[in-house]
Every structure is written in C-alpha cells, then in structure tokens.
C-alpha cells in the first residue's frame, strides 16, 4: 500500500471518527440503539417514522454496489462534447449524527483515482434523496459544493470547484458482486 493512500486513509479515519464517538442518548427507549438501515444506532430523540426507515432502507440498498456514469458540464465552456464522469459507490450507511450518510466511493477525478469514505449529508424532498455537500474538502482533490438528486436509477444536480461549476447528470447502473468486490481496490 502506497504511502499516499496510507495518509488518506488515516485522515479520512480522523475526520469521520469524531461523529462516531457521539454516544447516542437514551431518553427514548423505544427507538434508541435501533437503526434506520443498517444496524446502528439512532440518537434518541431522533424522531424516525416507518415511512424514513423505508425510505433509508431503499436508498441503502438502490446506492450501495452501484456506478454513477454520466456526463457533466463547465459553464462558460458549452462547446465540443461533454466531458465524461464516473463514480462507483461500494456502500452507503446511515450513522446516527442527523442527515448524514458515510458513503464509500471511489471517484475517479482528472488523474486521480480514489476511494475514499465520504460523510456526506443526505436531505430528503419528499421520497426523493438529495445528496448535499457544502464546502467539502476531499482529501487529494479539492473543496467541492454539490446537490445530487437521485430518482428512478438516474441521478442529476450542479458542482462547484472553487470558481468553476456546472451540471452533471447519469445513470445508476448496480454492478455484480465480483465488480463490486474489483472496484473497492
């Protein structure tokens, strides 16, 4: 294992940790201890009805082992084709700090290829999940903004990079297991 990958992993342990370290309250003993989707546990108070838990459910299993392959654009830059994006998403899980979502993805960026555990938040309209960064420093790529929708195996929103931003959109193609377990490499 690189030296370069070592360090990101390392920080990206330290910058998801401390959400971890939250111990959930026990005020509501009906609903804390219990989780949403996967098995972890739900800050007490944390009102989550039937209809969030199916939908956490639903998003768990339509985004983990899944691949993002679309197309974005540069705005100022709306001739020749569109550039090509991709990224594979090897699991998504909710964790009991609000909206957020730990999503391992691996993006693959200009030259860089990584795969990285992101702590992103997820804000729902309705039924439809919105992936939501804000000013995210990723580690070995930027400080990127973004609102991602997600509908009907389609996914379609608006980035910023520093001063430059656009559109992208795609398809949500689920992979088999062996490219799954290939893509977490």
């Known amino acids: 294992m690189s030296t370069f990958r070592i360090i990101m992993i390392v920080l990206c ?29 739900v ?17 768990v299993e339509q985004m983990s082992g899944v691949k993002l392959v679309g197309r974005f654009t ?3 830059k709306e001739e020749g084709p569109l550039p090509k994006e991709e990224y594979t998403i090897k699991s998504v899980t909710k964790i ?4 957020y979502w730990l999503i391992t993805a691996r993006i693959k960026y200009g030259r860089q290829d990584l795969t990285l555990p992101l702590l992103l938040q997820v804000k ?17 790529l930027g400080t990127f903004s973004s609102r991602v929708v997600i509908y009907n195996k389609k996914y379609a929103g608006t980035w910023t990079h520093g001063k430059v931003g656009g559109h992208l959109f795609g398809t949500i193609e689920k992979l088999d297991t062996d490219t799954a377990d290939q893509a977490s490499r």
């Open 96 to 99: 009991p700090k609000g909206d």
């Open 74 to 76: 540069v705005l100022g």
């Open 43 to 59: 800050t007490a108070g944390q009102d989550v009805t039937a209809g969030q838990e199916q939908r956490y459910k639903q998003f």
């Open 13 to 41: 342990a330290a910058w998801v940790s401390p959400v971890y370290a939250a111990k959930p309250q026990t005020d509501t003993p009906d609903r804390a201890g219990q989780d949403v989707a996967a098995g972890q546990n």
């Open 124 to 140: 729902w309209a309705a039924d439809t999940p919105v992936i939501t960064l804000s000013e995210l420093a990723i580690p070995g």
